[in-house]
């Protein structure tokens, strides 16, 4: 079997479309159709559904994939290594959410970029759950860290460790409202709020207010900004309330820049997940950084 049609088999699975498999390839999308097509026609069997967007694996396609991109990226692996140049460092390619990446995972990697005969130099890219699993999928990325488990074979996931969720706001706010209304009346003491958030839909919030509440926020977003540090900082300043992570408002907390308007028995829990493409982990600069990560993650507490 032909290696070149496999690899174009392989991309376009993870990239569930024929258009973007051709632009990460460097082909023409009648060149990647042809391929398929070829491919198909030697095994006899379809492996895609074609729809109006993009294309869907069969269940041949998806065994065909499962065993073969493991070994073509061990192939990549080894073309983009070279045989014998040991002077030029490995390089991991990292996505995950900014705050987390950049809090957590970054300062815990850097201590692997060193040249030491098992270092590699890193490289990292910021975002959503949706976005970095399939920049995953498509091989832009060797190892992703996600809030969202992947489903199917071609990804695999290994949780790595959960963040609780905390309500805050500055302590103007409590003064405002009272500590004893906050007591007795819980989430409707804070109907009147403003909310601070990443996005117009209110994940973090709605997320908290289910979970402790059993209900929905009726406040509505006064500043909305896709950055947790940045939501941090609005908060600080007074803009509202806010749901954070402890890991990054807990400085805050502990200097009285913000307080916690309500401390539930049990805390909303958010999980965080390392994923890989299956097979992958026999790469021995993506199998350090899995297993320094979950080292790390230990001590994230």
């Not at 088999?9 to 460097?26: D, E, K, P, W, Y």
């Not at 895609?48 to 990549?76: M, N, S």
């Not at 408002?249 to 028995?265: K, N």
């Not at 493409?277 to 790390?296: C, D, F, I, K, Y």
């Amino acid at each position: 079997m032909d290696l070149a049609l496999l690899r174009t088999f392989v991309t376009v699975h993870r990239a569930g479309s024929f258009t973007r498999a051709a632009a990460l390839l460097g082909l023409s999308q009648p060149a990647v159709t042809s391929q398929i097509r070829t491919l198909e026609r030697q095994l006899g069997k379809p492996l895609f559904l074609r729809q109006a967007r993009g294309v869907t694996p069969t269940t041949i396609g998806d065994e065909l994939a499962h065993k073969a991109a493991p070994h073509l990226d061990a192939l990549v692996e080894i073309a983009e290594s070279g045989l014998d140049d040991d002077s030029s460092l490995r390089t991991l390619h990292l996505a995950g959410p900014p705050e987390f990446t950049a809090e957590r995972a970054l300062p815990a990697l850097t201590e692997l970029t060193g040249d030491d005969g098992q270092g590699f130099a890193l490289r990292a890219s910021f975002g959503t759950a949706e976005e970095t699993l399939e920049g995953l999928a498509a091989g832009h990325h060797d190892l992703a860290i996600s809030t969202a488990r992947p489903r199917g074979a071609l990804l695999s996931a290994t949780p790595l460790c959960d963040e609780e969720h905390v309500l805050v706001a500055a302590p103007r706010w409590v003064e405002r409202i009272g500590a004893e209304e906050l007591r007795l009346k819980g989430a409707s003491a804070l109907e009147d709020l403003p909310v601070v958030e990443v996005h117009e839909s209110l994940p973090l919030v709605s997320h908290y207010w289910a979970s402790v509440f059993d209900s929905r926020p009726a406040a509505s977003g006064a500043v909305v900004v896709p950055d947790l540090r940045a939501v941090l900082a609005c908060t600080i300043a007074g803009a509202g309330m806010a749901v954070l992570p402890r890991y990054l408002c807990a400085p805050a907390l502990a200097e009285g820049e913000i307080v916690r308007l309500h401390d539930p028995a049990v805390p909303p829990l958010r999980t965080y997940f390392l994923v890989v493409r299956t097979g992958t982990l026999a790469m021995p600069h993506v199998a350090r950084a899995h297993e320094w990560l979950q080292r790390a993650a230990t001590g994230w507490g």
